[in-house]
């Protein structure tokens, strides 16, 4: 086990000899946020259950450089900014939050490697912290994690009396807490998660009907605005776009959401996804059939905070339970 | 390359307006051991950027044989095809690519072929036509159908008269009702009534078709009706892209990427898909 003084002790060294470490903080009254830490005081190790955002701008930033140019006469001149592979640690992630991270390895690995997002990968050491609690809106259970899952974390910390139990996963995560923990003959005890309230492979199946009234009824409220996908610890989906000007600038990658209605508008003016309930559609298609289908994972780790910063409470997991509740109670069966 | 989204810098060899919007623009890497490895299958398509301005998608429509430069052809519509129109000889651009799969010329051999576009969509066509007249013993008959909404819209109409000097080609031009000129020679109807009347024997045929969905919807039961069954229609996506390797998420479409398991799809491939493309 670690004592919290002990770790923030820990942290406060590893920023100290220049680490970038990484961790949820209140940035404002009552609105936590994964954020760069500049000391361990800022850390948050108990008292909140999700960060309005996820980790995975740590090594997918909402913007970032691609490559720069300038412009001379008829010449071009390039300057690739890929990242350098500086050590970062990620602190008390959510295990929702780890799990997306080695979910979206995948997607980044694929053919071409997008250096970008593996190289941060690679520098970086993932420290997960259970949840002791949860709301209405996390539903990692069913999706096959929990409130200890593992998957995509180098180290867990457990909270008990006193401080955590560590649980080092990775040769990474021995390497953090090596020399640094004190033997205890307790555990943490860590409460079951949230009940299972919806079943992906029953969302799968329900999505074979790609002309269910119900995006079209569903979706009615939905402003389009993105908030589920910015937030949503496993979209990926970026622009590429120029920001400069005639003499020089740089190409960069944002972050983009299929929820906007410019994301596949072709320059003719027509639009493949022109309504939102084909964009919702193609959101849930994307995470619950297509990328189980392509990379064998559920795109979703059950955050809820798809619908804990929707701005109109549309709550995708409701959407998805209302999918379900369409579905045979035997997932095997045929509709 | 450790950075998939830095594109090679290209020189421009040579601009051609085809229509009052249509230019097609011929490029050269200026690392010329760059040029001499490039190769290429008809089909596929690249990247092509203006620093400043942005990258666009277009298809490579040069014939993958010629090893000299590579060549795209774009309508002037959204921000970076204005900033395309204005390019001039001598210019640098970037491309990226190849990606995406490729017109299956391999197991075309043996079979007619029947080429249908509309429009813009000539020059994806164009790249496999030369390449087929440049293996021509390998092909069957060669059709050719293209459409335009007028005589002015014509895209490559001067490479369509040296079509037909070759072997066993036949070349059907058309345009709009309205869209002639008493000069015409060609066909005026819409592509799906013209390739009905033609009389085109559709044995053993594979069929490219490109163009707006609406042409290619109204074609696919001419074809049927012809003998050309869906397993044997073609046909080219252009899904918007921004990063062309499988990552960015914009092309997708039911279960595929279109960027790497297309953009050349069998109609019977894109029955199984949403429509959302």
């Given at each position: 086990m670690i004592t919290q003084q002990a770790l923030r002790a820990l942290v406060d060294e590893w920023i100290g000899a220049g680490t970038k470490v990484a961790g949820p903080s209140y940035v404002k009254k009552d609105f936590c946020q994964y954020v760069p830490l500049a000391s361990s005081a800022e850390l948050l190790l108990e008292g909140f259950i999700h960060p309005r955002n996820s980790i995975k701008e740590f090594f997918f930033p909402r913007h970032e450089k691609i490559y720069e140019y300038a412009l001379k006469g008829h010449e071009v001149e390039l300057a690739d900014m890929s990242p350098a592979s500086t050590p970062q640690v990620i602190i008390a992630a959510r295990p929702c939050d780890t799990a997306a991270v080695a979910i979206?390895?995948?997607?980044?690995?694929?053919?071409?490697?997008?250096?970008?997002?593996?190289?941060?990968?690679?520098?970086?050491?993932?420290?997960?912290?259970?949840?002791?609690?949860?709301?209405?809106?996390?539903?990692?259970?069913?999706?096959?994690?929990?409130?200890?899952?593992?998957?995509?974390?180098?180290a867990m910390l457990l909270p008990m009396d006193g401080g955590f139990e560590v649980r080092c996963i990775t040769d990474k995560g021995r390497a953090l807490f090596a020399g640094r923990t004190q033997s205890s003959d307790k555990t943490a005890v860590i409460p079951e998660g949230p009940k299972v309230k919806m079943s992906p492979e029953q969302v799968r199946k329900a999505l074979e009907d790609y002309e269910n009234p119900l995006w079209k009824t569903a979706t009615l409220r939905c402003l389009s605005c993105g908030a589920c996908s910015f937030t949503c610890p496993t979209c990926h989906c970026f622009d590429i776009v120029d920001e400069g000007n005639a003499h020089g600038g740089c190409r960069a990658k944002n972050w983009d959401s299929c929820q906007l209605c410019m994301f596949t508008k072709h320059a003719s003016g027509h639009n493949p996804r022109n309504v939102q309930g084909q964009r919702q559609r193609q959101r849930t298609q994307h995470k619950f059939r297509i990328y189980p289908d392509k990379f064998g994972e559920v795109l979703c780790t059950g955050c809820g905070n798809c619908a804990r910063n929707c701005p109109v409470s549309l709550g995708v997991l409701g959407t998805l339970i209302e999918l379900c509740a369409e579905m045979p109670e035997s997932v095997g069966e045929s509709k | 390359m450790s950075n998939i989204y830095m594109p090679d810098l290209m020189e421009v060899v040579e601009v051609k307006q085809h229509t009052a919007d249509v230019k097609s623009v011929k490029i050269r890497f200026k690392d010329a051991e760059k040029?001499?490895?490039?190769?290429?299958?008809?089909?596929?398509?690249?990247?092509?950027?203006?620093?400043?301005?942005?990258?666009?998608?277009?298809?490579?429509?040069?014939?993958?044989?010629?090893?000299?430069?590579?060549?795209?052809?774009?309508?002037?519509?959204?921000?970076?095809?204005?900033?395309?129109?204005?390019?001039?000889?001598?210019?640098?651009?970037?491309?990226?690519?190849?990606?995406?799969?490729?017109?299956?010329?391999?197991?075309?051999?043996?079979?007619?072929?029947?080429?249908?576009?509309?429009?813009?969509?000539?020059?994806?066509?164009?790249?496999?036509?030369?390449?087929?007249?440049?293996?021509?013993?390998?092909?069957?008959?060669?059709?050719?159908?293209?459409?335009?909404r007028t005589t002015r819209d014509l895209v490559f109409a001067d490479e369509l008269d040296q079509w037909a000097e070759y072997d066993r080609v036949r070349i059907i031009k058309c345009v709009d009702p309205g869209g002639d000129t008493p000069e015409w020679k060609g066909e005026v109807g819409l592509i799906p009534n013209v390739l009905a009347a033609a009389n085109v024997a559709a044995d053993n045929t594979a069929a490219l078709v490109i163009g707006p969905p609406i042409m290619i919807k109204f074609t696919l039961p001419v074809l049927d009706k012809m003998g050309v069954s869906a397993p044997d229609i073609y046909t080219s996506l252009e899904n918007r892209m921004k990063c062309g390797v499988g990552k960015c998420g914009r092309c997708n479409c039911g279960p595929v990427y279109v960027c790497k398991e297309g953009p050349i799809f069998t109609m019977e491939q894109l029955n199984a898909l949403p429509a959302d493309f």
């Open positions: 979206l390895d995948a997607v980044f690995n694929w053919g071409d490697k997008d250096e970008f997002y593996t190289r941060r990968r690679d520098a970086a050491t993932i420290v997960a912290l259970a949840c002791v609690q949860h709301d209405s809106q996390c539903f990692c259970t069913s999706v096959g994690l929990g409130p200890d899952a593992e998957k995509g974390a180098d | 040029q001499k490895n490039f190769s290429f299958r008809v089909g596929q398509f690249g990247m092509y950027s203006l620093f400043g301005e942005g990258e666009s998608t277009f298809n490579i429509c040069s014939s993958s044989n010629w090893k000299d430069s590579i060549e795209f052809c774009f309508r002037k519509t959204g921000k970076v095809t204005d900033a395309f129109w204005r390019i001039d000889e001598g210019d640098t651009i970037g491309f990226r690519g190849p990606y995406g799969n490729s017109y299956p010329m391999e197991a075309w051999e043996g079979k007619n072929l029947i080429f249908i576009g509309g429009g813009i969509a000539m020059p994806p066509i164009r790249c496999a036509i030369w390449y087929a007249l440049e293996n021509r013993a390998k092909y069957g008959n060669i059709t050719v159908v293209y459409g335009a």
